[in-house]
């Protein structure tokens, strides 16, 4: 009886793999939409720059 308990309720579990790569995966979704915003803020400064520079021009 012990054993049927047992595997009973062992098919509503997730295995936690799938959650821990889920929330790898959305770990990494967010680190890539911080780095987009960093590369953002990095291109905007050399394009003002360099707008500064062809205005000299």
Do not use: C, H
Not at 2 to 27: A, H, I
């Amino acid at each position: 009886m012990d054993k049927l308990e047992q595997v009973m309720g062992s098919f509503g579990k997730r295995p936690k793999s799938s959650e821990s790569t889920n929330k790898k995966r959305k770990w990494r979704e967010i680190e890539l939409i911080k780095e987009r915003f960093q590369l953002e803020k990095e291109l905007k400064a050399y394009e003002d720059s360099l707008e500064f520079m062809l205005e000299d021009f």
